[in-house]
């Protein structure tokens, strides 16, 4: 006899099927198979069977419970053992042969381990085949529904987000628009299901039925939800205006936690990042992708940051009776994945669950799918659990470059004296606001941080033969710490090179030349490119405006004539800009932007020379805030 709970619950013996009809003892039974082999309190049991209503015997009414459903086993023929009452609860001892559930588990695990697409392919058109209609419909528990079933019904809504990339990656674009369009209907909200949509569309030659999902899925996001399209959402859109080529998807990686240091080294790469594959070597990446998380690196040369430090430090290492979540933000190259290295390394001992990196964002600075990314970890623990007991150890996650907030919500965590560090030039403000937690924004290097990391790099003899070009090298980079690092690589690697040579030659082009040639990760264009194709266009297009301005701070008022709009509305988009680490915010109600983004500004294609932002009357002046 098989338990089939991915569908209305039944018991079938292979030819027949009988689905049990709504009652308490179905939802004792449901309850029990979605935490199979497990004790389940009598507490959790009375809940789900009665909610709120309990009657005042509620052990008796759960014992005689029991006793019903044990009845219905012996007239299907269901040994009585099957339910054991252990201390503190009860107990449904079952293999993974006789209930659907696990078996469809068991496939998404061979979905991993699948040694080609084909072969992952299969497996996860196994186990969605195994889903039979409406989820547990005959299980009258608003306790289940909301506490169970969300969570199984994003597992299978997961297996059929990666069933329809590796389809994609397969050129099978036809062949799933039927079906993307169905589940797409089903769950409106779910942006990638649109996304996987508009891509299948455009892909095979319909650009206007492309386009006008894409404006569907826009309305529907803004007239009830209130937000825009995500960033991925918004670069497919631009891509198809302009009739560029997408090029075949590859879809996200779900590597296992194991062995990944040991993949960084073989590809002779530091652990926190993989360079972006050429487009011939992407069938490379689909058969055999990188890990999801890393084990924290140290990080050479780490400088300043004292204040910071402590704090974070403190945050972490207190109040381990419960989870812990920090998001670090800032501007683009600003130092904030380092700072997360560091205060990992130092805090090793809170956490002896282990700490991980997980990057959130492919190489190529597009993000990494969230349920890839929960699922991988969420196996991750399953295969801790089964090499021995789970001692509770709190682990310390660090999720890098963060691009939404809907990215990192399945990953907050939740176990006690455990913790996660977000990266990400977003200030997330919703997200510690609905979910707890503090918010660090990252400043640039003071003059000092700045100077000791360079000598930090170049050593102490060289950065004290030049004490004044090394301050004006400083002041060139803007005191950010990935243009440092550039700079103090480039000096090291020419050591007949003066670091006022190499003063004299940025200065030519304070932009483009911090760049390394051979490692497109230290590039600060790439990267400030990279931040700005992630927002909105036309949030884009304002922070054109602004560095090109000859105004070094800007009011709201100031900014609405500079952007030719209202004060409210320009006062919105200063603040976007401020959330994005794009704009900094002064106490007195002014903007400024930092000097290398300034610069970046002016140098994009069309930025031109500074703009000139018209006289404020007095008495307009006066009103400013």
């Known amino acids: 006899m098989q338990f089939q709970v991915l569908g209305p619950l039944s018991i079938t ?24 082999n497990s004790v389940v309190s009598t507490e959790f049991l009375q809940s789900a069977i009665w909610g709120e209503d309990q ?8 014992q005689n419970c029991v006793l019903r459903l044990r009845r219905i086993f012996v007239k299907y023929g269901i040994a009585n053992a099957l339910i054991e009452s252990v201390p503190g609860g009860y107990r449904i001892s079952i293999g993974t042969a006789a209930l659907d559930l696990m078996r469809f588990r068991q496939l998404l695990d061979s979905a991993d381990a699948a040694g080609d697409p084909e072969a992952e392919l299969r497996a996860l058109k196994e186990a969605l085949a195994l889903w039979q209609g409406p989820f547990l419909s005959n299980v009258p528990s608003d306790v289940l529904r909301r506490d169970e079933i969300p969570h199984l019904v994003e597992e299978r809504l997961r297996a059929v987000e990666r069933a329809r990339d590796i389809e994609l990656s397969m050129g099978r674009c036809q062949q799933v628009i039927t079906e993307l369009w169905t589940v797409a209907r089903a769950y409106p909200a779910r942006e990638r299901f649109r996304e996987q949509l508009i891509e299948a569309l455009y892909r095979s030659g319909r650009q206007a039925e492309a386009l006008a999902e894409y404006r569907a899925v826009k309305g529907y996001l803004r007239e009830e939800l209130g937000v825009s399209p995500g960033s991925s959402l918004q670069r497919l859109e631009m891509t198809i205006l302009r009739g560029a080529d997408i090029g075949p998807p ?10 990944p240091a040991a993949a960084a080294a073989a590809a002779g790469l530091p652990p926190a990042e993989f ?3 050429p487009p011939k070597a992407r069938a490379a990446l689909t058969a055999a992708p990188p890990p999801t998380a890393r084990p924290i ?40 994945t380092a700072l997360a290295q560091h205060i990992a390394l130092l805090t090793r001992d809170a956490f002896p669950g282990g700490r991980f990196l997980v990057p959130m964002s492919h190489p190529d600075g597009t993000p990494r799918s969230p349920g890839e990314i929960a699922s991988a970890l969420a196996r991750h623990e399953h295969h801790r659990a089964d090499d021995g007991p789970d001692d509770g150890a709190g682990r310390l996650l660090v999720l890098d470059d963060v691009t939404d907030a809907d990215q990192v919500r399945p990953l907050l965590p939740t176990r006690p004296g455990s913790a996660v560090i977000i990266t990400s030039g977003l200030g997330l403000a919703g997200l510690v606001a609905a979910h707890g937690g503090w918010a660090h924004r990252l400043d640039t290097l003071t003059e000092e941080e700045s ?33 440092l690092t550039i700079m103090a690589a480039r000096l090291l690697t020419r050591p007949r090179l003066r670091v006022a040579d190499c003063v004299a030659w940025l200065r030519d082009d304070p ?17 400030f490119a990279t931040a700005l194709d992630r927002i909105d266009p036309l949030l884009a297009d304002a922070f054109l405006a602004i560095g090109r301005c000859d105004r070094r701070r800007l009011t709201a008022r100031l900014g609405a004539q500079l952007l030719g709009v209202a004060p409210q509305e320009a006062e919105e988009t200063l603040e976007r800009l401020v959330d994005a680490g794009l704009l900094e915010e002064e106490p007195a109600g002014e903007y400024h932007m930092h000097e290398l983004l300034r610069a970046f500004a002016r140098a994009r294609p069309g930025g031109g020379g500074p703009t000139a932002v018209p006289a404020v009357p007095a008495a307009t002046a006066a009103a400013s805030p």
């Open 13 to 36: 013996d292979g030819c027949d099927s009988v689905v049990l009809q709504p009652s308490k003892p179905t939802v004792l039974l449901a309850t029990l198979l979605l935490r199979h």
């Open 275 to 277: 360079p972006p594959a």
């Open 451 to 483: 100077c000791r990391l360079l000598a930090a790099v170049l050593g102490a003899e060289r950065a004290e033969a030049e004490p004044d070009a090394l301050r004006l090298l400083a002041a060139g980079c803007g005191h950010f710490p990935l243009a």
């Open 55 to 62: 009657p005042a015997s509620a052990k008796a009414a759960l």
């Open 250 to 259: 590859v879809p996200d990686d779900r590597g296992a936690l194991e062995g």
């Open 511 to 527: 932009v483009t030349r911090l760049s390394l040639a051979g490692d497109p990760r230290l590039s600060v264009p790439r990267v």
């Open 297 to 336: 690196a140290p990080v050479p040369h780490f400088t300043g940051r004292t204040a910071e430090t402590a704090s974070l430090v403190a945050r972490l290492t207190t109040g381990a009776s419960r989870p812990v979540t920090v998001v670090l933000s800032g501007a683009p190259g600003i130092g904030k």
